[in-house]
């Protein structure tokens, strides 16, 4: 890509002085404090770089720089603490023996002792492995499968652990030592900031390994000042707002000069493009370590273009709505033959016209990924999720878009959808069967006695308009169950308002005959009366699968069954829960069920989309969330094992 190989620079750094600091102008109340105070005391990461490290009993790095600036700007000595490693800093910190962490992140355990100064670092967290692993686009996909190191006492660690249960995280005293084991094989990746496994693989492993792969989420570290130290807390506050941006780049770019392989985050797409190119040192190059450099790049850049034809996702660049470049699979997508043809043509030629206004409103912002319909180059209209980020490359403003081609997706869905309509269907007929077996028998019992009554002579006006009375209020109780039958299946896309306590006591007359011919109660824990705005008939057919996974986890259960139904509610969200005490989901299969086609039943019995579906209609459609679990708990006081569904649906 012609674009792509104009931004192939060479950059050199040095160490440059920063501007002198000026003191702050403090009030008296904190110079006073300051006055008494005399020192501060700091510990620090020991083995952190390029953020800090201790060097022959010296704090070196990026916060060495920062606190260089914070004692001038303060007045009074930070004085340096050993220690040997980060998880010894936070017991100092703990135990007081020192008033400030140099750099750390917010985490919940942190916050009892310490609290935290406005961020002075934005650090991405990224994942590193060998050479011959692939991209990797979310961690979710891996923690559960591979072991990854983290080092000990980290607030990535600390997220991780806390959002991926089933992690396979051990812990490591180092960055170094972590990336020491995944360079051996003896671990398949490592988790840490950027900068510092950056730093550590251009040090020590530059052709064995590399980053593949980012957190969604970036970690701000600020300084930690010890909780019962208000006074402190506000004092570096105030002297980290008041170092500009001009020092702050002057400070990193001291100590950071990477090479940094990425995948394709397109949020900091051309960000990461540049990290990836730059090979930088202090000083000047020497003519055959320029051409070595050169080599590398483009051997970088062939590479990249590999890896960019290698995605599911078409990749555009604008300026001005007129198309710059594309990769390969735009090309393929949109019908054409070769990019020559995509360049030079304007967005309205890809976008159809009846979601061009929508694209264009959003071609100004940053945005995150929505649905609009595309034009292909013989005209034909496809579904295509689309997403699009703003940057300048080399004074040139431009428009960086991605498009997947969702037409596939969304027949899948449709396919399922009828599956899973026609497998409620199947269960519905059943259900009919078992609600109209007793009204059907009243029936035949009261008109048959009439007709003995007329035949015998025997027959009473009273007696009769009694059982003629019993006979239609059983019709009519036939004809609302034939009603609400009917507009369960009905196909209702609109939204509207509903109590969703009246839906589930409604939906469950539906269920009554099925529930007592199963020996099933029902018990209702709490039923607050919650209205909200959504679709009525998709979390009836999302309740619908998780009642009949419900009885037929207690198919074979002897003794008593029950249903527990919770409703409550959030600042923001409806909260149902329904459990049983069918002795819970197995922990092999309990991550897999909202999976399409996975079913723990015998294939006569199961076809593994119920759930699927009833996640897709909670998440995808009614904006909500659903998550499953298995509880112990006690009721009349017998303790059970059971499955929880949780659904969360915004109010």
Same mark, same amino acid.
């Given at each position: 890509?012609?674009?792509?190989?104009?931004?192939?620079?060479?950059?050199?750094?040095?160490?440059?002085?920063?501007?002198?600091?000026?003191?702050?102008?403090?009030?008296?109340?904190?110079?006073?404090?300051?006055?008494?105070?005399?020192?501060?005391?700091?510990?620090?990461?020991?083995?952190?770089?390029?953020?800090?490290?201790?060097?022959?009993?010296?704090?070196?790095?990026?916060?060495?720089?920062?606190?260089?600036?914070?004692?001038?700007?303060?007045?009074?000595?930070?004085?340096?603490?050993?220690?040997?490693?980060?998880?010894?800093?936070?017991?100092?910190?703990?135990?007081?023996?020192?008033?400030?962490?140099?750099?750390?992140?917010?985490?919940?355990?942190?916050?009892?002792?310490?609290?935290?100064?406005?961020?002075?670092?934005?650090?991405?967290?990224?994942?590193?492995?060998?050479?011959?692993?692939?991209?990797?686009?979310?961690?979710?996909?891996?923690?559960?499968?591979?072991?990854?190191?983290?080092?000990?006492?980290?607030?990535?660690?600390?997220?991780?652990?806390?959002?991926?249960?089933?992690?396979?995280?051990?812990?490591?005293?180092?960055?170094?030592?972590?990336?020491?084991?995944?360079?051996?094989?003896?671990?398949?990746?490592?988790?840490?900031?950027?900068?510092?496994?950056?730093?550590?693989?251009?040090?020590?492993?530059?052709?064995?390994?590399?980053?593949?792969?980012?957190?969604?989420?970036?970690?701000?570290?600020?300084?930690?000042?010890?909780?019962?130290?208000?006074?402190?807390?506000?004092?570096?506050?105030?002297?980290?707002?008041?170092?500009?941006?001009?020092?702050?780049?002057?400070?990193?770019?001291?100590?950071?000069?990477?090479?940094?392989?990425?995948?394709?985050?397109?949020?900091?797409?051309?960000?990461?493009?540049?990290?990836?190119?730059?090979?930088?040192?202090?000083?000047?190059?020497?003519?055959?370590?320029?051409?070595?450099?050169?080599?590398?790049?483009?051997?970088?850049?062939?590479?990249?273009?590999?890896?960019?034809?290698?995605?599911?996702?078409?990749?555009?660049?604008?300026?001005?709505?007129?198309?710059?470049?594309?990769?390969?699979?735009?090309?393929?997508?949109?019908?054409?033959?070769?990019?020559? @043809?995509?360049?030079?043509?304007? &967005? %309205? !030629? /890809?976008?159809?016209?009846?979601?061009?206004?929508? *694209?264009?409103?959003? $071609? =100004?912002?940053?945005?995150?990924?929505?649905?609009?319909?595309?034009?292909?180059?013989?005209?034909?209209?496809?579904?295509?999720?689309?997403?699009?980020?703003?940057?300048?490359?080399?004074?040139?403003?431009?428009?960086?878009?991605?498009?997947?081609?969702?037409?596939?997706?969304?027949?899948?869905?449709?396919?399922?959808?009828?599956?899973?309509?026609?497998?409620?269907?199947?269960?519905?007929?059943?259900?009919?069967?078992?609600?109209?077996?007793?009204?059907?028998?009243?029936?035949?019992?009261?008109?048959?006695?009439?007709?003995?009554?007329?035949?015998?002579?025997?027959?009473?006006?009273?007696?009769?308009?009694?059982?003629?009375?019993?006979?239609?209020?059983?019709? @009519?109780?036939?004809?609302?169950? &034939? %009603? !609400? /039958?009917?507009?369960?299946?009905?196909?209702?896309? *609109?939204?509207?308002? $509903? =109590?969703?306590?009246?839906?589930?006591?409604?939906?469950?007359?539906?269920?009554?005959?099925?529930?007592?011919?199963?020996?099933?109660?029902?018990?209702?824990?709490?039923?607050?009366?919650?209205?909200?705005?959504?679709?009525?008939?998709?979390?009836?057919?999302?309740?619908?699968?998780?009642?009949?996974?419900?009885?037929?986890?207690?198919?074979?259960?002897?003794?008593?069954?029950?249903?527990?139904?919770?409703?409550?509610?959030?600042?923001?969200?409806?909260?149902?829960?329904?459990?049983?005490?069918?002795?819970?989901?197995?922990?092999?299969?309990?991550?897999?069920?909202?999976?399409?086609?996975?079913?723990?039943?015998?294939?006569?019995?199961?076809?593994?989309?119920?759930?699927?579906?009833?996640?897709? &209609?909670?998440?995808?459609?009614?904006?909500?969330?659903?998550?499953?679990?298995?509880?112990? $708990?006690?009721?009349?006081?017998?303790?059970?094992?059971?499955?929880?569904?949780?659904?969360?649906?915004?109010?």
């Amino acid at each position: 890509m012609a674009l792509l190989k104009s931004l192939v620079v060479i950059l050199s750094f040095c160490a440059a002085c920063f501007a002198s600091s000026s003191k702050l102008n403090l009030s008296s109340e904190y110079i006073n404090y300051l006055s008494n105070k005399k020192e501060i005391t700091m510990c620090i990461d020991p083995n952190w770089m390029p953020y800090e490290k201790i060097q022959k009993g010296k704090n070196e790095g990026i916060t060495a720089d920062y606190m260089q600036i914070i004692k001038e700007k303060i007045g009074i000595p930070i004085r340096f603490i050993p220690t040997q490693t980060w998880t010894q800093s936070l017991e100092f910190a703990k135990m007081r023996k020192c008033d400030i962490l140099s750099i750390a992140t917010t985490t919940p355990s942190r916050l009892k002792y310490m609290n935290f100064t406005q961020a002075y670092v934005n650090s991405p967290i990224v994942i590193s492995t060998k050479m011959d692993k692939l991209f990797i686009s979310d961690i979710e996909d891996i923690i559960n499968i591979h072991t990854l190191a983290v080092v000990k006492g980290y607030s990535s660690g600390e997220y991780l652990r806390n959002k991926y249960p089933n992690n396979k995280l051990i812990d490591v005293a180092s960055t170094e030592e972590g990336i020491e084991l995944v360079a051996k094989g003896k671990i398949f990746g490592f988790v840490g900031a950027m900068p510092s496994v950056a730093y550590v693989i251009q040090n020590k492993y530059m052709n064995e390994l590399k980053i593949v792969g980012k957190l969604k989420e970036n970690f701000e570290l600020g300084t930690a000042v010890r909780k019962d130290e208000p006074l402190l807390l506000e004092i570096f506050n105030q002297a980290i707002s008041s170092i500009d941006y001009s020092t702050k780049q002057k400070i990193l770019n001291k100590y950071i000069s990477v090479k940094f392989e990425k995948g394709f985050d397109y949020n900091l797409f051309w960000k990461v493009l540049f990290v990836l190119l730059v090979l930088s040192s202090y000083g000047v190059y020497k003519h055959n370590e320029l051409i070595t450099t050169k080599n590398k790049l483009e051997n970088s850049i062939k590479n990249f273009e590999v890896l960019l034809n290698s995605t599911m996702e078409a990749i555009f660049v604008y300026e001005n709505e007129i198309c710059l470049d594309v990769n390969d699979v735009a090309v393929n997508m949109f019908g054409y033959e070769s990019k020559d @043809q995509m360049i030079g043509l304007r &967005i %309205d !030629d /890809f976008a159809d016209q009846k979601t061009l206004k929508r *694209v264009k409103e959003n $071609f =100004s912002k940053n945005v995150t990924p929505y649905e609009v319909l595309a034009t292909k180059k013989n005209g034909d209209i496809f579904n295509v999720l689309v997403q699009g980020t703003n940057t300048n490359i080399n004074g040139r403003n431009v428009r960086i878009s991605t498009a997947i081609d969702t037409t596939t997706m969304k027949n899948q869905e449709k396919i399922l959808l009828q599956q899973s309509k026609m497998a409620a269907m199947g269960e519905m007929i059943d259900n009919i069967a078992h609600q109209w077996r007793q009204p059907l028998s009243l029936i035949s019992t009261v008109s048959t006695g009439l007709e003995l009554k007329l035949e015998f002579n025997t027959f009473k006006k009273d007696e009769a308009l009694a059982e003629l009375k019993n006979l239609n209020e059983t019709t @009519q109780h036939l004809s609302q169950t &034939i %009603d !609400d /039958f009917r507009n369960f299946f009905k196909s209702n896309k *609109v939204q509207n308002d $509903f =109590s969703v306590l009246k839906l589930i006591r409604k939906n469950l007359t539906l269920f009554d005959g099925m529930f007592k011919n199963s020996r099933i109660d029902v018990i209702f824990e709490n039923e607050e009366d919650i209205i909200i705005t959504n679709y009525e008939n998709e979390l009836t057919q999302a309740l619908l699968n998780i009642f009949y996974n419900a009885r037929d986890a207690m198919d074979e259960l002897k003794g008593d069954k029950f249903v527990f139904i919770n409703l409550s509610k959030t600042e923001n969200n409806i909260v149902i829960q329904i459990k049983d005490n069918g002795g819970g989901i197995h922990k092999d299969a309990i991550t897999k069920i909202f999976e399409p086609y996975f079913t723990t039943k015998h294939n006569s019995q199961g076809t593994g989309i119920g759930l699927y579906m009833t996640h897709q &209609i909670i998440e995808k459609n009614m904006k909500g969330s659903i998550e499953a679990a298995n509880v112990l $708990f006690t009721y009349q006081n017998v303790k059970y094992l059971g499955a929880q569904f949780t659904i969360k649906l915004p109010l």
